[in-house]
């Protein structure tokens, strides 16, 4: 049985990362025998014709993409071109939206044959083998006319039995010419029941580690790919001090070189740990604050103080870590006069700091009771749950309110960025523009050197790829040539002459 994953694009407002869910499928795939390809069309152009290529090609039994709810409808139209190309091809869909939209999805999308709800590996490990769906737990798939969901699968209980995840079936070379950090999960769950968040219904609420020393053993793996800083995608990574200490300690021990960031509570760190954290090359935390409004942070049962949030940022500083606080408007309770002082909270954070807008995604306790937390939800359309605009209102806060606050802050940090260098206000989207290349970006999400090649030797091979490449997307010919230069040092571009004809490829 063959598999093909795809993983689709999400709007960018973010800078991408290997989806570690997929990846770690594929590790269980090949562990069993499996023969299994990604295709991946975050980092290149999403095309049909690309798709029904690699159908054609690798004519795989089984087809499954990911998503959040903000890129569900662009992982289920991809499912649906590849029912179109093969209707014998099985098509699956998991992640945190359908997991919890289950039912719905396959009443809206009859070219989707199985959602995965909840951990996948072993689900699609037992789809493979052949298990029937009926016998398979975990998911929902169509039968006579009607939806039927199997019995939940357990969590993974020892995540050291995981294989590695596959990071070498992604285009590598790519995620390096943006510069994007390497993924890992050092451990699953999450303890707290935050109202917006899908954290411990997903993960679970008993936390789940891996062993240290594996943890380790798999940065030394991506550091030998070429990657440079880690994102531990963990929930929160900072509640077990024991689990974290012999993280740093396995680190220092290595002697490794590489920079890491993490989420964090701001109740669950103290300076000693912040201190070892930095020593292991940690130089970025990600606090939830969420409000700067207590009653605010009470009614979410966040279970933090504006307190603890200051201090938490202090202690950081202290030691040098780099603090990104984020925030979420238009939360239950929330007035025009608790937007202003959650800004302000913000802006006084000695923090880089970033507003978002409540999405209440499925799965979700605010979503789920809604009406409780006097919320009213203004639309399903996922498309527009990005987190970055409103879709619903309060009785206090109507989405207006939040637009015009984030016009004045949007318009304050292109002042901020242009005039103000080093004023405090909303520097974390200011980090978040700066490290983003558009020109790999624009590289990439065309297909240009693909669709360039190959290139009549001239002036010289790079010279010639700078030329042609500058005809293409609107960028200086010295910067491409230079910035085309550094990926051909680092091996992320290569080229083969033939025929006095120059063949370019990404990694
Ligand atoms: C990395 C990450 C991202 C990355 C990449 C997403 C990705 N595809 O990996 C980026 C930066 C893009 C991102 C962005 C956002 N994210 Co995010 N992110 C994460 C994070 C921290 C880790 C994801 C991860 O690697 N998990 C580990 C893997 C093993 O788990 P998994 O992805 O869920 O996959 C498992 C199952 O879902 C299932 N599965 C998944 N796919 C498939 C496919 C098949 C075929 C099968 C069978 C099974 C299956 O099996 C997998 C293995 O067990 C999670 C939190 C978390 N701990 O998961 C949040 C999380 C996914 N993000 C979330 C949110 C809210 C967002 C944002 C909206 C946040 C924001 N405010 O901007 C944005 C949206 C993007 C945008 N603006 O366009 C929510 C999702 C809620 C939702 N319903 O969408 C999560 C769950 C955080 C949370 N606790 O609430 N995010
Ligand atoms: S917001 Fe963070 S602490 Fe709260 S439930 Fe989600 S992952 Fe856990």
């Known amino acids: 049985m063959k598999t093909l994953l795809i993983n689709p694009p999400y709007p960018l407002s973010e800078v991408p990362i290997i989806p570690m869910g997929i990846a770690y499928i594929a590790g269980v795939l090949e562990q069993n025998g499996y023969e299994v390809q990604v295709l991946d069309l975050l980092v290149s152009r999403e095309s049909k014709d690309k ?19 903000v890129n569900y409808h662009i992982a289920s139209d991809i499912l649906k071109y590849c029912k179109q190309v093969d209707k014998d091809v099985v098509t699956i869909i998991g992640g945190p939206h359908v997991s919890f939209t289950a039912a719905e999805t396959l009443c809206e999308a009859p070219w989707i044959d199985i959602v995965a709800v909840g951990e996948g590996e072993f689900t699609m490990l037992d ?11 975990g998911i929902a798939f169509r039968a006579n006319g009607t939806i039927e969901q199997t019995v939940q699968r357990p969590l993974i209980q020892n995540l050291d039995e995981l294989p590695l995840p596959a990071r070498h079936l992604f285009p590598l070379s790519r995620y390096h010419a943006l510069d994007a950090a390497c993924s890992l999960m050092a451990g699953r769950g999450c303890p707290f029941s ?25 940065i030394e793996h991506c550091l030998g790919y070429g990657f440079t800083e880690m994102h531990i995608e963990n929930d929160l990574l900072t509640l077990n001090q024991k689990h974290l200490y012999a993280f740093c300690d396995e680190i220092m021990s290595r002697g490794l070189r590489f920079t890491w960031s993490a989420f964090a509570r701001v109740d669950t760190v103290n300076p000693e740990m912040l201190k070892k954290m930095k ?45 990104q606080a984020t925030f979420i408007l238009g939360l239950p309770g929330e007035t025009k006069e608790t937007l202003n002082r959650t800004v302000k909270f913000a802006q006084e954070l000695d923090a880089f700091y970033g507003l978002h807008v409540l999405a209440p995604f499925p799965g979700t306790e605010v979503r789920d009771k809604a009406k409780e937390y006097g919320l009213e939800i203004l639309t399903s359309d996922w498309t527009k749950y990005d987190a970055n605009r409103p879709v619903t209102r309060t009785e206090g806060c109507s989405p207006e309110d939040i637009i015009s606050l984030l016009y004045r802050y949007y318009m304050g940090l292109r002042l901020t960025h242009d005039d103000l260098t080093g004023v405090n206000t909303g520097q974390a989207e200011i980090e978040k523009e700066k490290r983003k290349p558009p020109l790999a970006w624009a590289l990439l999400k065309n297909d240009v050197i693909e669709s360039i090649c190959p290139i009549k030797l001239d002036k010289g091979p790079l010279e010639d790829l700078a030329a042609k490449i500058a005809q293409l997307v609107a960028y200086p010919q010295q910067q491409i040539l230079s910035s085309a230069g550094s990926w051909v040092d680092k091996g992320i571009l290569k080229y083969t002459l033939k025929d006095s004809h120059t063949a370019w490829r990404w990694g």
Do not use: W
């Open 51 to 69: 798709i029904k290529r690699k159908l054609e090609e690798f004519q795989p039994d089984f087809v499954g993409t990911t998503c959040v709810t």
């Open 127 to 137: 789809l493979v083998k052949g298990k029937k769906f009926e016998h398979t737990p």
């Open 194 to 218: 935050c109202i917006f968040c899908v954290g411990s219904r997903m993960g679970g609420r008993r936390m789940r580690y891996r062993d240290p020393r594996l943890v380790v053993d798999e």
């Open 279 to 323: 020593e292991a090359g940690c130089t970025a935390l990600l606090y939830g604050v969420e409000s700067g409004v207590q009653e605010i942070l009470d009614k979410i049962k966040k279970k933090i103080t504006l307190e603890q949030a200051r201090k938490a940022v202090k202690m950081a500083n202290e030691v040098g870590i780099d603090v």
